[in-house]
Each structure stands twice: as structure tokens, then as C-alpha cells.
């Protein structure tokens, strides 16, 4: 006999809470922030086909649809504190159901979150979590706080997700090791949590990498009213994407996405600060450019030669 949907909540889903008052089982969950933090809220779906292929190990996708929503806490500067879970499935696949779990709930243990409710429904695969974390008032990274004159930086490196979709595209020939850790980018992102938690009140704005660099930059300098040079060969890359041609490295790390480090700005008397939080986050941070005034965003290569803005970035109604 299949299994109902009460049973699949009951086995896969329900675990007991420790920082929430209540989680799974009644009407609403109830949530016990810290007295006087605000509550940062952000959703992300996923969408088979759009957002994952179907080859994808469940394991992995149930990393990445929490890891997913974790980047937007992380970008805020926000501690996460619990999330929900609304899930579509063609049916009750229990080998499915167990790795997806598996790999939700290993990343929810390591980053301190937990599971408080959600909604099962049969239908096409579709993930749509809820993660809500909590930061003190006034201290949440903002996309809308960048000035003229701070330094641009990136965490990590960029560009193996869209590296590895290209992959799959057939557009790409790697080795296989060098497949197996640009898939690995695309498929386990680690979210920047301790990043964004040791960047409140050293980075003036913030914002995380998902629909490419330039494109998610684009965001926080019209927030911002500002503009920006980003020289691009400084921007961060691996081993496997280094050896690729130019033009890949540079389409991969400036408009790839699926990134999901942090783009974040800082002034300039911040800068051992800056690195001092990425070393207590273990990540490094890369500093790529600079806040100018006006609103243009100039692109530059090592030796200070201006690079055309052809570069796109991710949009759902128009690719
Ligand atoms: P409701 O009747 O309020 O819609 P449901 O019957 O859908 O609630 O769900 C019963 C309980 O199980 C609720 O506490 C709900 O939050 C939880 N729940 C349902 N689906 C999931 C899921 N995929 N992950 C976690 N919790 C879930
Ligand atoms: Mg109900």
C-alpha cells in the first residue's frame, strides 16, 4: 500500500523542534524569536526542469532547496531560526522521500534551523520553502546601502554552476573530477550564512549571487543609487572554470548564476574587518571593484582596459 499523506509528513518530516514553540502536527507553528529581533522572512520555489534537472540525486536537491533560501537569510545578515516546506509530488516515492529528506534536514542540523510546517499535495515536483531567521533591529544587510567610494567584493568563487549547466548542455567537454565539482557547485551550494552574520555592521549593502554577478550587482546599485567598476579579472573563479576560454570564464563568473555567494560592499577603513569576518566565516572574500557615484557600471580587465557590457542575466519571462 502506498503511503498517505499524513503518514509521508509523519515519517519524512516530522522532527521535534528545540527552538520553535511548535512545529509540525497543528494548525500553525509557533516561533520563539529572541525578545526585540525583527524576523526576516524569504521564500524560494523550485520547479523541476526550471531549476534543477530531473538527473539531479534527491539528496542533493533537498540541500539545495533549503541552501537556496538559507543565501537570502545569509545576505541579510539574518540567524536562521525555522522554515516551511510546501511540496508538490507526482507521487509518494519513498526512495525519493528519504533522500530528499536526508540531504534538507543534514544542511537544516549544520545551520542551526529547523523544520516547522508546510504543505503536501500531489502534483508536477515542486519545492517551495519558507526560511525565516531573526536579526537584531537596524542591523540587517541591506541592497540599498552602498556609497561612492566603498570597495566591492565577492565571497567564495563564482561561475562553476553555469559551467556545469553548460555541461549538460552539451556546449562544454570536461574531465570527469572537473565535472564532478563543477556539478557539485550547481547542485550542493553552501550558503553564506556565517558570512552574512560576521559582515552585520561592516558591509553597507549585501545581496546574494542567483541570477548571475553583474545582473544581482545591477540590483543593489539602483537600490543604492550608485554606480560601479568591477574589474573582471579579479573576480574570483575556480581551477577547473581558470583553464576554460576567456570568454567562458567571463560569461560563467560575471552572468552564470546559481552561485548563491555574497556580493557585498564595504568602506574602505573596514578592510581588515572584512577579511577578519571572512576568515571566522571560512570563506575568502575578494574585493572586485568600487562604488562610484552616477549609476553606471563600468566594466574593466586587469590592466584597466574598459570591457563591454554584453552580459546578461538570468530572467524567468524572458529565456
Ligand atoms: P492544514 O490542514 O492546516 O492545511 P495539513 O493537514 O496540510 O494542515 O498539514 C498537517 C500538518 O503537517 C501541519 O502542521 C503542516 O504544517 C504540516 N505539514 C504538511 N506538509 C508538510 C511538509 N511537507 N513539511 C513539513 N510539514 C508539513
Ligand atoms: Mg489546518
Request: aromatic share 6%; glycine share 12%; hydrophobic share 50%.
Amino acid at each position: 500500500m502506498s503511503l498517505g499523506e499524513f503518514d509521508l509528513i509523519g515519517k519524512y518530516f516530522t522532527r521535534e523542534v528545540r527552538r520553535a514553540t511548535l512545529g509540525i502536527g497543528d494548525d500553525c507553528a509557533l516561533l520563539a524569536p529572541l525578545a526585540g529581533m525583527q524576523i526576516a522572512v524569504s521564500s524560494d520555489m523550485l520547479v523541476e526542469g526550471r531549476h534543477f534537472l530531473s538527473t539531479v540525486a534527491p539528496e542533493r536537491l533537498g540541500h539545495k532547496a533549503l541552501a537556496v533560501n538559507l543565501s537570502d537569510l545569509a545576505a541579510c545578515g539574518a540567524q536562521p531560526l525555522g522554515f516551511t516546506l510546501a511540496l508538490a509530488l507526482p507521487r509518494a516515492d519513498e526512495v525519493f522521500l528519504e533522500g530528499f529528506a536526508r540531504g534538507l534536514f543534514a544542511l537544516a542540523e549544520a545551520q542551526g534551523i529547523e523544520l516547522v510546517g508546510g504543505d503536501t499535495t500531489q502534483g508536477p515536483l515542486n519545492i517551495c520553502i519558507t526560511a525565516m531567521g531573526e536579526v537584531p533591529p537596524g542591523q540587517a544587510l541591506l541592497r540599498s546601502g552602498a556609497r561612492a567610494g566603498d570597495d566591492l567584493y565577492v565571497s567564495g568563487t563564482v561561475g562553476d554552476a553555469r559551467l556545469a549547466l553548460e555541461v549538460f548542455r552539451g556546449q562544454l567537454a570536461l574531465d570527469a573530477a572537473a565535472f564532478e565539482s563543477v556539478r557539485a557547485a550547481m547542485e550542493q551550494p553552501q550558503p553564506r550564512v556565517a558570512l552574512g552574520l560576521a559582515l552585520r555592521g561592516i558591509a553597507t549593502s549585501a545581496i546574494d549571487v542567483s541570477d548571475g554577478l553583474l545582473g544581482d550587482l545591477g540590483h543593489v546599485l539602483r537600490r543604492s543609487g550608485v554606480g560601479a567598476i568591477v574589474d573582471v579579472d579579479a573576480v574570483p573563479r575556480s581551477v577547473v572554470l581558470a583553464v576554460q576560454s576567456l570568454a567562458w570564464q567571463r560569461e560563467c563568473t560575471l552572468a552564470g548564476g546559481d552561485d548563491y555567494e555574497l556580493i557585498f560592499t564595504a568602506a574602505p577603513a573596514s578592510a581588515d574587518a572584512v577579511q577578519a569576518a571572512a576568515r571566522l566565516a571560512g570563506v575568502a572574500a575578494t574585493r572586485i571593484g568600487r562604488i562610484e557615484a552616477g549609476a553606471a557600471l563600468r566594466l574593466v580587465d586587469a590592466a584597466g582596459r574598459p570591457v563591454p557590457h554584453t552580459f546578461g542575466s538570468f530572467d524567468h519571462f524572458r529565456s
